[in-house]
Protein backbone atom coordinates (compact mmCIF):
# COMPACT_ATOMS: atom_id res chain seq x y z
CA UNK A 1 0.00 0.00 0.00
CA UNK A 2 1.69 3.04 -1.00
CA UNK A 3 1.73 6.33 1.28
CA UNK A 4 2.44 9.73 -0.07
CA UNK A 5 2.11 11.80 3.19
CA UNK A 6 3.24 15.42 3.09
CA UNK A 7 4.55 17.54 6.67
CA UNK A 8 3.90 20.97 6.60
CA UNK A 9 6.95 23.51 6.75
CA UNK A 10 4.33 25.14 9.55
CA UNK A 11 5.07 22.24 11.61
CA UNK A 12 8.58 21.82 11.12
CA UNK A 13 9.66 25.33 10.81
CA UNK A 14 8.51 28.78 12.79
CA UNK A 15 6.96 30.17 9.29
CA UNK A 16 7.80 33.63 10.41
CA UNK A 17 11.56 33.60 11.47
CA UNK A 18 14.42 32.42 8.58
CA UNK A 19 15.98 29.21 9.19
CA UNK A 20 14.22 28.88 12.45
CA UNK A 21 13.52 24.81 12.57
CA UNK A 22 11.15 23.44 15.54
CA UNK A 23 13.47 20.20 16.08
CA UNK A 24 11.02 19.15 19.08
CA UNK A 25 8.31 18.82 16.36
CA UNK A 26 11.04 17.47 13.71
CA UNK A 27 11.64 14.53 16.24
CA UNK A 28 8.09 13.66 17.19
CA UNK A 29 7.01 13.60 13.48
CA UNK A 30 9.29 11.20 12.88
CA UNK A 31 8.66 9.10 15.80
CA UNK A 32 5.11 8.81 14.30
CA UNK A 33 6.33 8.26 10.74
CA UNK A 34 7.80 5.15 12.68
CA UNK A 35 4.66 3.84 13.47
CA UNK A 36 3.96 3.08 9.94
CA UNK A 37 7.14 3.34 7.87
CA UNK A 38 6.82 0.99 5.48
CA UNK A 39 5.97 2.40 1.50
CA UNK A 40 5.88 5.62 2.53
CA UNK A 41 7.11 8.61 0.18
CA UNK A 42 7.52 11.84 2.84
CA UNK A 43 7.31 15.15 1.17
CA UNK A 44 7.93 17.95 3.65
CA UNK A 45 7.50 21.87 3.04
CA UNK A 46 10.10 24.85 2.83
CA UNK A 47 8.69 26.55 5.68
CA UNK A 48 11.09 29.81 6.56
CA UNK A 49 13.69 27.84 4.76
CA UNK A 50 12.28 28.05 1.84
CA UNK A 51 9.29 30.89 1.79
CA UNK A 52 11.81 33.26 3.45
CA UNK A 53 14.65 33.51 1.07
CA UNK A 54 12.60 33.03 -2.19
CA UNK A 55 10.82 36.33 -1.20
CA UNK A 56 13.43 37.90 -0.25
CA UNK A 57 15.24 37.01 -3.94
CA UNK A 58 11.97 37.54 -6.36
CA UNK A 59 11.57 34.09 -6.81
CA UNK A 60 9.69 32.75 -8.46
CA UNK A 61 8.49 36.10 -10.29
CA UNK A 62 12.05 36.93 -10.67
CA UNK A 63 14.92 34.83 -12.15
CA UNK A 64 18.25 35.10 -9.86
CA UNK A 65 20.55 32.58 -10.11
CA UNK A 66 22.40 33.69 -6.59
CA UNK A 67 18.64 33.00 -5.10
CA UNK A 68 18.24 29.60 -6.73
CA UNK A 69 21.28 28.30 -4.42
CA UNK A 70 20.60 30.43 -1.57
CA UNK A 71 17.17 28.80 -1.49
CA UNK A 72 17.72 25.54 -2.95
CA UNK A 73 20.29 24.72 0.17
CA UNK A 74 18.75 26.22 2.85
CA UNK A 75 15.61 23.97 2.01
CA UNK A 76 18.58 20.61 1.69
CA UNK A 77 19.71 21.72 4.87
CA UNK A 78 16.06 21.29 6.45
CA UNK A 79 16.01 17.80 4.38
CA UNK A 80 19.05 16.91 6.14
CA UNK A 81 17.19 17.41 9.15
CA UNK A 82 14.53 15.33 8.09
CA UNK A 83 16.36 12.31 7.18
CA UNK A 84 18.74 12.36 10.48
CA UNK A 85 15.46 12.44 12.45
CA UNK A 86 13.87 9.93 10.93
CA UNK A 87 16.91 7.94 11.29
CA UNK A 88 17.10 8.62 15.17
CA UNK A 89 13.48 6.89 14.93
CA UNK A 90 15.27 4.09 13.86
CA UNK A 91 13.82 4.66 10.06
CA UNK A 92 15.92 4.58 6.61
CA UNK A 93 15.57 7.42 4.54
CA UNK A 94 17.60 9.18 1.28
CA UNK A 95 16.99 12.60 0.55
CA UNK A 96 15.93 13.46 -2.96
CA UNK A 97 15.86 16.95 -4.61
CA UNK A 98 13.19 18.25 -6.63
CA UNK A 99 15.83 20.55 -8.00
CA UNK A 100 18.40 17.59 -9.40
CA UNK A 101 15.26 15.09 -10.88
CA UNK A 102 12.86 17.13 -12.49
CA UNK A 103 11.88 19.79 -14.81
CA UNK A 104 8.70 22.58 -14.85
CA UNK A 105 6.88 23.47 -17.73
CA UNK A 106 5.31 27.31 -16.93
CA UNK A 107 5.39 26.05 -13.06
CA UNK A 108 4.16 22.60 -13.17
CA UNK A 109 5.88 19.57 -13.55
CA UNK A 110 6.76 18.60 -16.85
CA UNK A 111 9.08 15.27 -16.54
CA UNK A 112 10.34 13.95 -13.36
CA UNK A 113 12.72 10.80 -12.78
CA UNK A 114 10.85 8.97 -10.57
CA UNK A 115 13.27 5.56 -10.78
CA UNK A 116 15.06 6.22 -7.91
CA UNK A 117 12.00 7.03 -5.95
CA UNK A 118 10.14 3.48 -7.11
CA UNK A 119 14.34 1.67 -6.04
CA UNK A 120 14.25 3.15 -2.71
CA UNK A 121 10.57 2.32 -2.15
CA UNK A 122 11.34 -1.45 -3.12
CA UNK A 123 14.48 -1.12 -1.13
CA UNK A 124 12.63 -0.49 2.21
CA UNK A 125 14.32 3.19 2.26
CA UNK A 126 11.90 5.88 2.50
CA UNK A 127 12.35 8.67 0.13
CA UNK A 128 12.14 12.09 1.41
CA UNK A 129 11.32 14.78 -1.07
CA UNK A 130 10.55 18.82 -0.22
CA UNK A 131 9.58 22.15 -1.75
CA UNK A 132 11.87 23.28 -3.79
CA UNK A 133 13.09 25.87 -6.74
CA UNK A 134 13.49 23.78 -9.85
CA UNK A 135 14.32 24.37 -13.45
CA UNK A 136 11.41 25.98 -15.97
CA UNK A 137 11.81 24.62 -19.37
CA UNK A 138 9.46 28.03 -20.40
CA UNK A 139 10.65 30.65 -18.12
CA UNK A 140 13.71 30.35 -16.31
CA UNK A 141 13.08 28.86 -12.65
CA UNK A 142 10.40 28.53 -10.59
CA UNK A 143 9.57 27.04 -7.65
CA UNK A 144 7.75 23.49 -7.37
CA UNK A 145 5.92 23.33 -3.85
CA UNK A 146 5.49 19.99 -2.28
CA UNK A 147 1.56 20.06 -2.81
CA UNK A 148 2.33 19.98 -6.48
CA UNK A 149 4.95 16.94 -5.75
CA UNK A 150 1.83 14.95 -3.66
CA UNK A 151 -0.33 15.38 -6.42
CA UNK A 152 2.10 14.48 -9.28
CA UNK A 153 3.86 11.24 -7.01
CA UNK A 154 0.74 10.08 -5.35
CA UNK A 155 -0.50 9.80 -9.76
CA UNK A 156 2.25 8.14 -10.75
CA UNK A 157 2.60 5.26 -8.44
CA UNK A 158 -1.16 5.19 -7.53
CA UNK A 159 -0.75 5.45 -3.87
CA UNK A 160 -3.64 4.28 -2.00
CA UNK A 161 -3.03 6.99 1.01
CA UNK A 162 -2.57 10.70 0.58
CA UNK A 163 -2.11 12.80 3.49
CA UNK A 164 -1.20 16.58 3.25
CA UNK A 165 -0.17 17.58 7.11
CA UNK A 166 -0.75 21.37 7.93
CA UNK A 167 -1.26 23.33 11.08
CA UNK A 168 -4.84 23.70 11.21
CA UNK A 169 -7.96 21.18 10.94
CA UNK A 170 -8.65 20.65 7.79
CA UNK A 171 -9.87 22.64 5.33
CA UNK A 172 -11.97 25.49 7.25
CA UNK A 173 -15.53 27.09 6.84
CA UNK A 174 -16.81 29.59 9.00
CA UNK A 175 -14.23 28.20 11.29
CA UNK A 176 -14.97 24.53 11.46
CA UNK A 177 -13.05 21.67 8.97
CA UNK A 178 -15.27 20.32 6.04
CA UNK A 179 -15.50 16.35 6.38
CA UNK A 180 -15.17 16.28 2.69
CA UNK A 181 -14.74 18.75 -0.48
CA UNK A 182 -15.42 17.95 -4.11
CA UNK A 183 -14.96 19.92 -7.05
CA UNK A 184 -18.87 20.41 -6.74
CA UNK A 185 -18.50 22.37 -3.79
CA UNK A 186 -15.14 24.71 -4.80
CA UNK A 187 -17.62 27.65 -5.62
CA UNK A 188 -19.43 27.46 -2.87
CA UNK A 189 -16.32 27.18 -0.07
CA UNK A 190 -13.47 29.24 -2.27
CA UNK A 191 -14.19 32.36 -0.90
CA UNK A 192 -13.93 31.45 2.54
CA UNK A 193 -10.48 29.73 1.97
CA UNK A 194 -7.26 31.33 2.06
CA UNK A 195 -3.96 31.67 1.12
CA UNK A 196 -1.15 31.27 4.37
CA UNK A 197 -1.05 33.72 7.63
CA UNK A 198 2.86 33.39 6.80
CA UNK A 199 4.86 34.80 4.10
CA UNK A 200 3.94 31.77 1.33
CA UNK A 201 4.83 32.02 -2.29
CA UNK A 202 3.38 28.69 -3.06
CA UNK A 203 -0.09 29.37 -2.33
CA UNK A 204 -1.40 28.77 1.25
CA UNK A 205 -4.39 26.53 1.73
CA UNK A 206 -5.61 26.93 -1.71
CA UNK A 207 -2.79 25.61 -3.49
CA UNK A 208 -3.52 22.60 -1.50
CA UNK A 209 -6.93 22.42 -2.40
CA UNK A 210 -6.52 22.71 -6.54
CA UNK A 211 -3.45 20.19 -5.88
CA UNK A 212 -5.82 17.62 -4.48
CA UNK A 213 -8.94 18.35 -6.24
CA UNK A 214 -6.84 17.47 -9.44
CA UNK A 215 -5.99 13.98 -8.14
CA UNK A 216 -9.47 13.42 -7.04
CA UNK A 217 -10.29 14.22 -10.87
CA UNK A 218 -8.19 11.24 -11.30
CA UNK A 219 -10.55 9.25 -8.88
CA UNK A 220 -7.55 9.27 -5.83
CA UNK A 221 -9.09 10.58 -2.69
CA UNK A 222 -6.61 12.39 -0.38
CA UNK A 223 -6.87 14.28 2.78
CA UNK A 224 -5.91 17.79 4.71
CA UNK A 225 -4.93 16.89 8.51
CA UNK A 226 -3.83 18.59 11.18
CA UNK A 227 -0.62 17.19 11.41
CA UNK A 228 0.33 19.60 14.93
CA UNK A 229 -1.74 17.42 16.42
CA UNK A 230 -0.15 14.55 18.49
CA UNK A 231 -1.21 11.05 17.05
CA UNK A 232 -2.74 12.35 14.04
CA UNK A 233 0.46 11.53 11.69
CA UNK A 234 0.16 7.95 12.32
CA UNK A 235 -3.37 8.08 12.29
CA UNK A 236 -3.19 9.60 8.60
CA UNK A 237 -0.28 6.76 7.48
CA UNK A 238 -2.75 3.78 9.22
CA UNK A 239 -5.29 5.18 6.21
CA UNK A 240 -7.88 6.80 9.42
CA UNK A 241 -10.28 9.69 7.86
CA UNK A 242 -8.73 12.44 9.33
CA UNK A 243 -9.60 16.10 8.45
CA UNK A 244 -11.27 17.19 5.75
CA UNK A 245 -11.54 14.44 2.54
CA UNK A 246 -11.04 15.50 -1.08
CA UNK A 247 -12.76 13.95 -3.44
CA UNK A 248 -15.08 10.78 -2.94
CA UNK A 249 -18.82 11.10 -2.67
CA UNK A 250 -20.91 12.64 -0.05
C1 LIG B 1 7.77 25.79 -0.91
O1 LIG B 1 7.32 24.52 -0.58
C2 LIG B 1 9.12 25.71 -1.59
C3 LIG B 1 9.93 26.95 -1.54
C4 LIG B 1 9.52 28.09 -1.12
C5 LIG B 1 11.28 26.84 -2.05
P1 LIG B 1 5.90 24.28 0.16
O2 LIG B 1 4.89 25.20 -0.41
O3 LIG B 1 5.62 22.83 0.05
O4 LIG B 1 6.24 24.65 1.66
P2 LIG B 1 5.25 24.90 2.91
O5 LIG B 1 4.61 23.62 3.30
O6 LIG B 1 4.23 25.95 2.48
O7 LIG B 1 6.18 25.41 3.96
Not at 71 to 88: I, N
Request: charged share 25%.
Amino acid sequence: MTRVLKIGGSILTDKSRELEARPDEIRRVAQEISAHPDDVVLVHGAGSFGHIPAKKYGLPQKFNREGLRVTHRSVARLCEMVVEALSRAGVESLPVHPLSCLCLKGGRIDSFFMEPISEMLKDGIMPVLHGDVAMDITGKAAIVSGDQLVSYIARSLKAEVVAIGSNVDGVLFSGRPLSRITRMDLAQVQSAIGGSGEVDVTGGMRGKLLELLDLADLGIESMIFNAGTEGNIARALNGEHIGTRIGGRK
